[in-house]
């Protein structure tokens, strides 16, 4: 792709098959923008003259609904032990041990640069790590927002921060000990005021709220957060029954399932997302979709660390929104996380066909976008938020492929190229602004050795 002049506002691209909605990708294309936002999106068309050619099939941005930025540096590194959630777990730990301002900058704007060369124009950052190594407050309380924040930036993406409410290390209510510290403000009230105090700058990044979980956040907490980000017009997430013992747990301690006791808390609605919601009875369904939450998957880790597979068909015949995650980053491919809803249903049904690659793109892209507070983006239309992203049908996974099945072939490694409202940020498979291997591999190994 021709990268434009810096300072140019006007940009024209001819995609060869894009997707506009529907069951399939429209061919001849003709993509016009200003000032980062489509202004005519014309199908059907030969090629003008002149006007840079997008080969292969262009699609709206992906949005990561998920993610945990510096889980990153366990990539291939917690399968030892044959690889036990406990290896994992200590692992994680240690990373969260040893990050501080400048290397958690680091290792985020590289990993959101890794999201970039993916197609993800969107990260929603479920941000926990708030204080220093003891518990304590940075002088600058939210300084490790200012991070993540800088990250996105520097990566040419846009963020949604998810500041997380972490209180307690398990729903019996027994407080956070070790590095856990780190995680937890006094109380929810103190969360609040903490994160309120934040306040993002720039176009490409808003503030969010989220709930860690049931088991991070007691009972007498959970409408303070849902209140706040209520009175801030904020989306709000919280991970939810992501493994039987939460679930065990939480019946025991309150006599309700975790999707009930978020409910009586006034914790789901049309803002809320619900990640994982892998353990869930046919009662927390209807809770959710009576709600309208939307659930945000994450398959390649739920089968990383083992945690189920989720019930994607009954949550989408209640009318629940799903949205598609990378999680712990285990791997960073929307298309497999967004396949896999697909492939999983098969699995945990014993049949074919629940959702079509229309409704697949639409959960890694438009519904992602919707559930981090981006409503105008995710979609190829005039007036929608300028973002590209363009797969190549000529690797030795797409060769031959229809465009409308290439969500079913198609990984991260066949994106070409990547606009973000406007700009450029990744062209010919290569991100304009961040060496990703050799920055990945510095910042990890600042947080794994020494």
Do not use: K
Not at 285 to 304: F, K, M, Q, S
Not at 350 to 364: D, K, T, V, Y
Request: proline share 6%; net charge negative.
């Amino acid at each position: 792709m021709q990268v434009p002049a810096a300072g140019a506002t006007r940009m024209r691209w001819y995609a060869e098959h894009a997707w506009l909605g529907g069951p399939a990708p429209a061919a001849g294309v003709l993509i016009e923008a200003e000032a980062g936002r489509f202004t005519t999106v014309t199908a059907g068309v030969a090629a003008p003259p002149g006007v840079p050619r997008l080969a292969g099939v262009t699609l709206p941005g992906l949005a990561d609904t998920h993610s945990h930025a510096f889980h990153r540096a366990l990539r291939g590194r917690t399968h030892d032990d044959r690889g036990s959630f406990w290896t994992w777990r200590d692992r994680m730990y240690a990373v969260a041990a040893r990050l501080d301002p400048d290397s958690y900058l680091a290792l985020a704007r590289a990993v959101y640069a890794e999201a970039a060369l993916a197609g993800i124009t969107c990260v929603g950052e479920f941000h926990y790590l708030h204080h220093d190594p003891q518990g304590r407050r940075y002088a600058e309380p939210n300084v490790m927002s200012d991070a993540l924040a800088q990250a996105a930036a520097d990566a040419g993406l846009r963020l949604t921060l998810l500041d997380t409410c972490y209180l307690t290390a398990g729903v019996d209510g027994s407080p956070l000990t070790g590095v856990q510290r780190r995680f937890g403000d006094a109380d929810a009230a103190d969360w609040a005021d903490r994160s309120a105090g934040w306040r993002p700058t720039g176009d490409h990044v808003r503030a969010g709220a989220a709930v860690h979980s049931v088991r991070a956040v007691p009972a007498a907490g959970l409408p303070v957060v849902a209140g706040a980000a209520a009175q801030r017009g904020t989306p709000l997430h919280v991970h939810l029954s992501e493994q039987p013992a939460e679930n065990a747990a939480c019946l025991a301690r309150y006599g309700r399932t975790p999707t009930a006791l978020l409910a009586d808390a006034g914790v789901l609605g049309p803002d809320t997302t619900a990640v994982h919601a892998t353990h869930l009875t046919d009662a927390d369904v209807t809770l959710l979709a009576g709600a309208r939450a939307g659930v945000c998957l994450c398959p390649t880790t739920e089968r990383d660390l083992a945690d189920g597979i989720g019930p994607a068909g009954p949550l989408s015949a209640a009318g629940v929104a799903l949205s598609v995650g990378s999680d712990s980053h285990a791997v960073v491919d929307l298309f497999e996380e967004a396949r896999a809803v697909e492939t999983h249903e098969r699995l945990r049904t014993g049949r074919r066909g629940h959702f079509s690659p229309g409704e697949l793109i639409s959960m890694a892209t438009g519904a992602g976008h919707a559930a981090l507070g981006w409503a105008d983006a995710g979609q190829i239309a005039v007036g929608a938020r300028a973002d590209l992203v363009t797969v190549r049908r000529d690797s030795v996974r797409t060769a031959g492929v229809d465009p409308a099945g290439l969500v079913f072939a198609a990984t991260a490694a066949d994106v070409t190229d990547v606009v973000v409202d406007g700009r450029p940020v990744v062209a010919d498979g290569r991100h304009l602004h961040v060496d990703v291997p050799a920055d990945l591999a510095a910042a990890i190994r600042a947080v794994t050795t020494g």
